[in-house]
């Protein structure tokens, strides 16, 4: 389950946290909470335990508990209408049939949150895709991954400085060797 496509967010928050030197993991707020500071931010990292259709019931118990604004959120996220290895960044938007994020929309009030969207790649058929997200990254993306990863942790003293394109740039130079 943990090298699983659709954990993709989490495991950029595990290497975020790592790298940024969080506190430990605990649970509380139906996930895994971990706190630091990246480039200045003080950031809370939640890591919802839920189903993922109701990981929105833990963003929202967070951010009520901290008084944190719709706006101040940041997911990270599965993408499939990215190639894998690439991310982009949004705010607002649609759920775009992710599950995850139409709960977090239902249970924040609102879609005006940022996302960081990680491409997972689409399989190429609607029949295939629940089996490509639910599966395990290969071993032959696994150099990628890792690379995708410690890229996004590098560059997120950006994200976390309100600069989401220059976050972009920065992980698209770091990664360009994997395309």
């Known amino acids: 389950m943990a090298k699983q496509r659709h954990n993709i967010g989490f495991m950029a928050m595990d290497v975020i946290a790592s790298r940024h030197g969080f506190t430990p993991?605990?649970?509380?707020?139906?996930?895994m909470t971990a706190?630091?500071?990246?480039?200045?931010?003080?950031?809370?990292?939640?890591?919802?335990?839920?189903?993922?259709?109701?990981?929105?019931?833990?963003?929202?118990?967070?951010?009520?508990?901290?008084?944190?604004?719709?706006a101040e959120i940041t997911a990270f996220h599965d993408e499939l209408d990215l190639v894998a290895g690439?991310?982009?960044v949004k705010k607002g938007g649609g759920a775009a049939g992710h599950n995850?994020?139409?709960?977090?929309?239902?249970?924040?009030?609102?879609?005006d949150y940022w996302r960081v969207?990680?491409?997972?790649?689409?399989p190429g058929s609607k029949e295939r895709v629940t089996g490509h997200v639910l599966g395990d990254f290969a071993k032959?993306?696994?150099?990628?991954l890792?690379?995708?990863?410690?890229?996004?942790?590098?560059?997120a003293p950006m994200l976390a400085s309100g600069k989401p394109e220059d976050f972009m740039t920065r992980v698209a130079l770091l990664t360009q060797d994997d395309r």
């Open 117 to 122: 969207r990680l491409g997972i790649g689409h």
């Open 35 to 70: 706190e630091g500071n990246v480039g200045g931010t003080k950031v809370l990292a939640l890591k919802p335990l839920t189903y993922m259709n109701l990981s929105g019931e833990a963003v929202q118990q967070a951010a009520a508990f901290f008084k944190i604004e719709t």
């Open 146 to 155: 890792t690379n995708l990863l410690d890229a996004v942790s590098d560059a």
């Open 25 to 31: 993991w605990r649970q509380r707020f139906k996930g």
């Open 100 to 111: 995850g994020l139409r709960s977090m929309d239902k249970m924040l009030g609102s879609p």
């Open 86 to 88: 690439k991310v982009r």
């Open 140 to 144: 032959v993306e696994l150099p990628m």
